[in-house]
């Protein structure tokens, strides 16, 4: 869903807001016909039904309940979905209601994910988030009450004049909620958005790796306090709770990513759908998956991906994966607390904290 009310501060996706494409509602009605039309192309293509939907953005929420069912309904007239499917769809907190919640429940959504950020209205202002603080909140228990099971918060944390109070009570106030699932990012100045622009003229400080650090402890720690489990580097969840659609992503299964400027995988194909809405409405209007690039991946770009995603997961990799020339230095990271190999090669909680700087020595150390 590649439209927003507003465009975030420090958000780079493909989204556009109505000052930059017109408005989300005059684009709602082609938008979803072209969906549509490009799952019924695609299913010829792939015949198997999903285990996992995810509806992502962008806002999916401002479809409304009416136009959330609509695209699950051609999932499930195109693919089929299969009994038991995780189906999620994000949600910005603003665009939400309990009568919202109550449609896509009865449609057949299972899970729902929403925007947190933060519960400080000052960090919420540094990140131009268009929500107030406690909607996020309020969200989830309406999520809750409509009967959804797995409620999903995500978190921004080490945002310029955040403190780690603000931390603690955004995570006191997300617990309070009830939901199931927390994650939990650090903030990434992203090239090209307004708020690399205010770094750049001394505006705002650069996000500050102790900070990061810091932070992640103490989001870590209360977590692990409250019942959750880490299963990702950046995600928490109750038993139960971890988002089955990610974790195809990060196990390196297949997927196929509809709408304007969305990623697939298949097999050792990857391609990924023009970026802007009309090039892709009017693609798929002439019948033409709209498809901007495809890429095959080589057996040795297969190896580097199990490696790097997997040693982001709690369950780790087989250590034999690596090969001989990372074993010393595998040896050194356990030595020093970093990993650990028990029943799999994993990251350590002080290793996570630096698990894309191993992850990148160990794959330095494999082509050396």
Not at 163 to 168: A, E, K
Not at 287 to 293: H, K, S
Not at 338 to 358: E, F, K, N, P, Y
Request: proline letters at 5%; charged letters at 25%; hydrophobic letters at 35%.
């Amino acid at each position: 869903m590649p439209f927003c009310a507003t465009r975030c501060g420090y958000c780079d996706f493909n989204t556009y807001t109505p000052g930059e494409l017109g408005s989300p509602r005059d684009l709602t009605g082609p938008y979803l016909d072209a969906l549509e039309r490009e799952l019924e192309l695609a299913a010829a293509k792939v015949n198997r039904p999903a285990d996992t939907i995810f509806v992502g953005g962008g806002t999916p929420s401002l479809l409304g309940g009416e136009g959330l069912t609509r695209v699950l309904n051609a999932a499930r007239n195109t693919f089929g979905i299969s009994e038991g499917a995780e189906i999620t769809t994000e949600s910005n907190p603003e665009s939400t209601s309990p009568e919202f919640f109550a449609q896509i429940k009865d449609a057949g959504f299972t899970r729902v994910s929403l925007g947190m950020q933060s519960a400080a209205s000052h960090v919420l202002q540094v990140l131009e988030r268009a929500h107030t603080p406690g909607r996020p909140f309020a969200a989830a228990k309406e999520a809750k009450a409509a009967g959804f099971e797995h409620v999903n918060l995500d978190m921004i944390y080490a945002t310029p004049t955040e403190t780690d109070d603000d931390v603690r009570r955004t995570l006191d106030l997300a617990l309070e909620t009830g939901v199931d699932h927390i994650s939990a990012y650090s903030l990434i100045v992203e090239d090209g958005t307004r708020m690399a622009r205010k770094v750049k003229k001394g505006e705002l400080p650069m996000p500050d790796q102790d900070t990061m650090a810091r932070r992640y402890d103490i989001i870590a720690d209360t977590l692990d306090n409250a019942g959750f489990g880490w299963y990702e580097v950046s995600n928490w969840a109750k038993e139960g709770g971890e988002c089955r659609h990610n974790m195809i992503y990060w196990r390196d299964h297949d997927w196929w990513g509809a709408g304007p400027g969305a990623h697939s995988h298949l097999g050792d194909q990857r391609f990924y759908n023009v970026k802007l809405p009309g090039r892709y409405i009017n693609m798929v209007g002439a019948d033409e998956l709209p498809i901007a690039d495809t890429e095959t991946l080589t057996d040795s770009e297969h190896h580097m991906e199990k490696i790097m995603l997997g040693l982001r997961l709690r369950e780790g990799i087989d250590r034999t994966l690596l090969s001989d020339k990372a074993q010393p230095m595998i040896d050194g990271f356990i030595d020093r607390g970093l990993l650990a190999d028990d029943t799999s090669l994993h990251v350590t909680r002080s290793g996570r904290l630096l698990a894309d700087g191993i992850i990148t020595d160990l794959l330095l150390a494999e082509e050396s």
